[in-house]
C-alpha cells in the first residue's frame, strides 16, 4: 500500500528548490518524478525560455476532467540580509514552515499534488485530474499558464473545472476564496514642452501644469460605485516624474503613470478611450504634445456563484469550520486565463507574509488545505 504524500514534506522540498522566476530550480523536476510514479501522463510544456509541466491522471478527453493550476516561480529574496532563516531552507520553527515561496504558493501546489495523488490511488475516479504547474505567474505570465492552454488546445487537452490554489485567505484559515478578479492596467504619459530658466517661464513651455491637470482629472474622476460581486474601481497615480535636479530650470518634459484595478462595468478598451479623451483635452488646452502608453495585464472576470463554487465553499467549511466569503478582491491572478478556458475559482492559504522577508505559512495549515483539496475531489467524482 502507498504512504499517503505528506505535503509539509513536499512543500519544503519545494522550498528548497531555488526557483527565482523564471528559473525553474528543480521544482517541476521534482514534481513530474512525483506524479510520474502515480500513474500521470506529465509533459514539460517550456516556451520561451519558462518552464511549465503538464499532467494527467485518466483518458484524454475525458467527459469530466478537474483541473488544478498553479506556480512554482517566487519572487527575488529582497534584501537577503534581513532574513533571519535561510531563505531557501525550509526551516521549520515555532509550528511555521519559512522560506521564499512557503505561501505563494509553493504550499499551495504540494497541497493539490499530494491531494491528486493520494485520490486517483486510493479511489480511481470516472473522469481526469490534471496539473498545469507553470514557472512564469511571478514574471511577465506570458510563456507560463498561457502557454500551458495553448498546448492544452493544440493537442485536444481540457479540463471541465479548474482550481487555482493562490493565497486566497487574508486573515484566517477558510475566510475567503475567489471567484473573480478585478482587471489590471497600466497607464504612462509623457507630456514634452521646452525647456528654460524658471526666471523666465514665458520664454519656456512648462509641461508639469499640464501634467498635473491630466493627473487631477484622471485621479479625482469616479469610475464607478461598484457591481453585485466588486468593489468600486480604482485608479492610483503612482509616479510624477521630470528628473529634474535643478530649481531654476523650467524641464523640457514630464512623465507620469496611473494604475487601475477595475471591475466588470469596464473593459481595459474602454478606459483607454476615456484617459484618451482626458489627455486631448489637455493636450489642446495647454497646446503640448501629450502622449499616452497602455498595458493591460489582464480583463476583469467573474464566474458566477454556482456548482465548483458551492462545491469549493462547502469543502473548506468542512474542513476549517468556517463559510468562506466568494470574493473578488486582491491582484490580478493566472485565474484570468484560465478563466477563457472553463470555470475557475481561487482556494489556497492565508496570504499575509507572501513576498515579504521571512514569508512562512503555518504547518499545519498546510494539511489542512490538502484535506480540502481531497474533499473537493472525492465530491466532484462521486
Not at 493550476?69 to 517566487?74: M, Q
Not at 478606459?271 to 483635452?281: F, N, S
Given at each position: 500500500m502507498n504512504k499517503p504524500v505528506d505535503p509539509v514534506e513536499l512543500t519544503a522540498a519545494l522550498v528548497r528548490c531555488p526557483s527565482v522566476t523564471p528559473n525553474e530550480g528543480g521544482a517541476l523536476v521534482l514534481l513530474e518524478a512525483l506524479l510520474s510514479e502515480a500513474g500521470f501522463e506529465c509533459t514539460r510544456v517550456d516556451r520561451g525560455g519558462v518552464s511549465n509541466l503538464f499532467a494527467r491522471w485518466g483518458r484524454r478527453g475525458a467527459n469530466r476532467?478537474?483541473?488544478?493550476?498553479?506556480?512554482?516561480?517566487?519572487?527575488?529574496?529582497?534584501?537577503?540580509a534581513a532574513w533571519t532563516v535561510p531563505p531557501f531552507g525550509a526551516i521549520i520553527k515555532d509550528g511555521y514552515l519559512y522560506g521564499r515561496g512557503a505561501t505563494d504558493m509553493k504550499s499551495g501546489v504540494a497541497a493539490f499534488a499530494a491531494a491528486a495523488v493520494d485520490f486517483v490511488r486510493e479511489m480511481p475516479p470516472d473522469g481526469a485530474v490534471i496539473l498545469a504547474i507553470t514557472g512564469d505567474e511571478e514574471g511577465d505570465a506570458i510563456d507560463g499558464t498561457t502557454a500551458l492552454l495553448d498546448w492544452m488546445a493544440e493537442n485536444g487537452e481540457s479540463m471541465t473545472d479548474c482550481l487555482v490554489g493562490e493565497p486566497t485567505c487574508p486573515d484566517e484559515m477558510g475566510d475567503a476564496i475567489k471567484i473573480g478578479r478585478r482587471g489590471s492596467m497600466t497607464a504612462w504619459f509623457t507630456v514634452t514642452g521646452e525647456q528654460g530658466h524658471s526666471a523666465y517661464p514665458h520664454r519656456a513651455n512648462n509641461p508639469l501644469p499640464a501634467m498635473a491637470r491630466l493627473m487631477d482629472r484622471l485621479a479625482s474622476h469616479p469610475l464607478d460605485q461598484g457591481t453585485a460581486h466588486f468593489d468600486p474601481s480604482t485608479l492610483a497615480v503612482?509616479?510624477?516624474?521630470?528628473?529634474?535636479?535643478?530649481?531654476?530650470?523650467?524641464?523640457?518634459?514630464?512623465?507620469?503613470?496611473?494604475?487601475?484595478?477595475?471591475?466588470?462595468?469596464?473593459?481595459?478598451?474602454?478606459?483607454?478611450?476615456?484617459?484618451?479623451?482626458?489627455?486631448?483635452?489637455?493636450?489642446?488646452?495647454?497646446?503640448?504634445?501629450?502622449?499616452?502608453?497602455?498595458?493591460?495585464?489582464?480583463?476583469?472576470?467573474?464566474?458566477?456563484?454556482?456548482?465548483l463554487s458551492e462545491l469549493v465553499i462547502n469543502a473548506v467549511e468542512a474542513e476549517t469550520g468556517r463559510r468562506p466569503e466568494a470574493s473578488t478582491s486582491g491582484g490580478t491572478s493566472d485565474a484570468r486565463f484560465v478563466k477563457s478556458h472553463c470555470p475557475v475559482v481561487e482556494c489556497g492559504l492565508v496570504g499575509k507574509t507572501m513576498h515579504q522577508v521571512d514569508e512562512r505559512v503555518k504547518v499545519e495549515q498546510i494539511a489542512q488545505l490538502k484535506s480540502i483539496y481531497t474533499r473537493i475531489l472525492r465530491e466532484y467524482f462521486a
Open positions: 476532467s478537474f483541473g488544478f493550476n498553479g506556480h512554482t516561480d517566487v519572487v527575488p529574496l529582497g534584501d537577503e503612482v509616479t510624477i516624474d521630470t528628473g529634474n535636479p535643478a530649481t531654476n530650470v523650467i524641464p523640457a518634459s514630464c512623465r507620469a503613470a496611473v494604475n487601475i484595478r477595475y471591475n466588470d462595468l469596464h473593459t481595459g478598451a474602454s478606459l483607454t478611450d476615456w484617459m484618451q479623451e482626458e489627455v486631448d483635452r489637455v493636450a489642446a488646452e495647454f497646446a503640448l504634445d501629450v502622449s499616452m502608453r497602455v498595458k493591460i495585464s489582464g480583463e476583469s472576470f467573474i464566474t458566477p456563484p454556482g456548482e
